[in-house]
């Protein structure tokens, strides 16, 4: 017989209480009032001279009941030798994930998790079938299932290491979400082809820090599979103490002499035991600057002067070492020039230059100029029917009259285009607009798309079939085209059929002009916009090449742009698993300690379970009943021959 | 009789004392509510007793006649005899006829303890009572004070018409203090009579006794007579507990658990040793000290009194008025 609750049995050492009352004589509760205690002093409680116990019968009835309720609490059961202890039923699917982020650089979290993966791989029996999945920002299989399959079961452990042992963590950032909807994803595919998939039990092992900063989007609302669990192998490391440097984006309204890229944020964990950080360049001989941060806040700071471009930034004073190195591009203002050709003064209302001059506000990043110019202009403007031909660059043509037909003609070298001013209706809406392009992709959110407050008073009706490959990008809503793209060349040239200017539209004083016109200074390709800052695996524009793996400083034709660690990997405090729970991910922890009293929760399950279907406790509760029927009945007679005995017997005097 | 005095006065005998015949039982005694009632039983019985007693004369001042003599005051001339007889004779000690008595009573709780049908406190009344009566019917002055752990009534003694009945009342008056302070009132009598009196203290005693030796001692430097009489009842005399259980004491209600069979021994010793430090005390300043149960008759009480009088007076003789310690 085992128990279950064996500390219950404690309490039949309440046993002793009655026999110890029964020896003292200190009894009774009579109070006997005395006129003065000043010759009295306390007797101790004295055991009975007589040595011999009165009612032995009633004195084991009630140590037994004592000792029937102990051993019932105790819930005590008897545990058959379970016949289900070798593998049985088809193997378990088991997706093994493991994290191979830049935080898992720090101490040796690295060789813990090739042990702790080789643990996992220990205990899957030859029937489980297993695949390997390493993850950070983006999961890689490196062992499928498939592969597991073929090989043979001795050797799967051994391929699976070797496997492993040529990875090693990246200067990615983490996205266990991702990784573990893949998982499930990669675990129902495989299951689905069982006879039974609905009874194959699934589990994903993640072998991870489980950082703070691993981006969990994508399980909230997930609906697990039934059969699912995942088990969070959680490894820590003693050296709690990390602080991470990260440089902060521009914030567009800061004055257009406010200098760029000169605000870093230095992040400490939460679990920190270090607060005092210096931060210097690489290399630079000025002392470097001192700086406090509490556990678990962020500092914002300014960088030290430095006259060089591009320089590495690095912070000492905590423990781990793989992010506190930032690289770093100074930006400069970039001069951008746009030709506007046409004739109508500068201040003149009623045209579209105007309101152009006024649509491009000088900032930090850009400043851009209006003029006639029409060399190294990235874009030009045509208003009216001058001679501009777009060559590289983009051309936007404005169709203040119908005459403009005849100068676009001639430019695409078109025999003829007809072209003539729109009536009829009062106004017109702009409708049918092609977000997927470059130009209207900022509007593509469904909040900005409303482009129905603008009125056009006025356009020219122009059939695009006349110019071949040409593209509408929007049209009017009587269906008449409103903005049509010509490639040119290696240019673009863009006709709007109508204008800004009040005369023609209420464009110009829409919101949605001065994003417009930004739009069209990206999309004709304007390079000093560009952004020179990354993270490692952010996708590059297409001049500077395929994703950077590793920080640094990259040079690509003639810039040179920076790749830093994303700003979540400095966050290693662990994550809470509740979180995970809260999201809906059914998770069981594992660690060291957990693991190995992995057979010892199991045998108190059974235990639990054995005694759940005996239900022994039921039966000494009974017993402790009869018990005190028997103690109650005996207990009354004795009590009833005690009274009998002193009502015959005289009162004495 | 003097046997029958003795044996009655045994403050050691438990129970009822076996009376001898003439004398009240206490029983019968304190059934009476009224304590004047009581107080007149007694004394009518004890002036029945004495007048066949051997002491017979025997009063608290013996006035005594003697033969003028040239030289003696003639203020003192008995006209009176001297018309009845046509001799000269001093009434010597006249003045000490109106004796000036006071009756301190114990009315602390200790004292309404009791394991009879009466408590200490309603003998100690009915002794204090009776001794007035007794007193007032012989024309002398009777003040009373009565305290507890502070004095609680003062009457000054007189012998007026209506002051004894002032007085009675006084005692009927049910104790209700909770310590007891039996310095607090001889120091108030030490203040207030300074004329050379009858002291009477009526008291269980069971109190510390470290300032009692200076107080009576003042009060004896005075002039005053003193008189103890220590009022206990008879299991406090003998301990006659057998069960062990909880002793609660009835003034600070602090409790223990006793058990009489082995505290008994330990209780008597202390319980000697405290009396025998009150009669050393009462023999250092030459008081007499009576202590006796509240089964006694309390005749006899009248008679320890007076018997305490006439050895006051025989060792002040002797000592030629001053109050020796008698060996």
Known sequence: MDFLAPLFLAGAAAVALPILFHLIRKTTNEKTIFSSLMFLFPTPPKVTRRSRLDNILLLLLRCGVLCLLAIGFARPYLLRPSAATGPSGPGKKVVILVDTSASMRRDNLWTQARERVDDVLQRLSPADEAALVAFDDRATEVLSAEEWRRTQPAQRRAVAIARLDALGPTWHGTHLGSALLLAVESLEEVARGDARPSEVAKEIVVVTDLQQGSRLDGLQGFEWPKGLIVRVEGLATKRRSNAGIHLLDDREDLGPTAELNRRIRVVNASDAKKEQFRIAWAGATNPPLETYVPPGQSRILQLPPIEARSAELRLTGDDEEFDNRLFWIGTRQAHVNVAYVGTEPENDTAQPLFYLKRGFQQTARQDVRITNRVDGAPLGIVSGSTELRPTNGTVLVLMKSSASAAMIAQWLNLPQLSCEESSGQKYSLLADIDFTHPLFKPFADPRFSDFTKIHFWKHRRLDEKQIPNARVLARFDQGDPALIEVPVGNGKLLILTSSWHPADSQLALSSKFVPLLYSLLEYSAHESALHLQFEVGQSLPAEFGAPRETPGIYTAGDFQFAVNLTAAESKTTPLPIDELEQLGVPVKLSSPSLAADQKRITQRFQAAEAENQQKLWRWLILAALAFLIAETFIAGRLTGQASAISQSQPEPR | ?327
């Not at chain 2, 305290?147 to 007189?158: G, K, Q, V």
């Open chain 2, 1 to 327: 009789m003097r046997d029958v005095v003795e044996a009655a006065g045994d403050p050691n005998r438990i129970g009822t004392p076996n009376l001898p015949g003439g004398f009240i039982d206490p029983h019968t005694l304190m059934a009476i509510k009224n304590l004047e009632l009581r107080a007149r039983i007694v004394v009518e019985g004890f002036w029945k007793g004495i007048h066949r007693s051997p002491y017979h004369g025997f009063s608290v001042e013996f006035t005594e006649y003697r033969q003028y003599t040239p030289g003696d005051d003639p203020r003192y001339l008995d006209w009176r005899l001297y018309a009845r007889s046509d001799r000269y004779y001093i009434k010597k000690f006249e003045d000490e006829t109106n004796l000036r008595c006071f009756l301190l009573v114990d009315n602390s709780r200790s004292m309404t303890f009791g394991s009879l049908a009466w408590t200490k406190a309603q003998y100690a009344h009915t002794l204090a009572a009776t001794l007035a009566y007794f007193l007032n019917r012989q024309g002398d002055a009777v003040g009373l004070l009565t305290f507890d752990e502070t004095i609680r009534e003062y009457l000054p003694a007189r012998n007026r018409p209506g002051h004894l009945r002032h007085l009675m009342l006084l005692l009927e008056k049910p104790a209700a203090g909770a310590g007891t302070d039996i310095n607090a009132a001889l120091s108030r009598i030490i203040d207030v009579v300074r004329r050379r009196g009858l002291v009477i203290l009526i008291s269980d005693l069971l109190t510390p006794l470290q300032a009692l030796e200076k107080n009576l001692g003042a009060l004896a430097a005075l002039g005053h007579e003193i008189v103890l009489f220590q009022v206990l009842d008879p299991s406090e005399l003998a301990f006659t507990f057998d069960k062990a259980s909880l002793f609660e004491d009835v003034e600070s209600k602090r409790g223990l658990y006793i058990d009489p069979g082995a505290a008994r021994r330990d209780y008597l010793k202390h319980f000697d040793a405290h009396n025998a430090a009150v009669q050393t005390i009462a023999d250092k300043i030459g008081a007499s000290y009576v202590r006796f149960a509240t089964n006694r008759p309390l005749e006899l009480a009248l008679f320890d009194f007076l018997r305490s009088r006439v050895e006051l007076r025989k060792r002040s003789r002797r000592t030629g008025g001053i109050v020796t310690r008698e060996e």
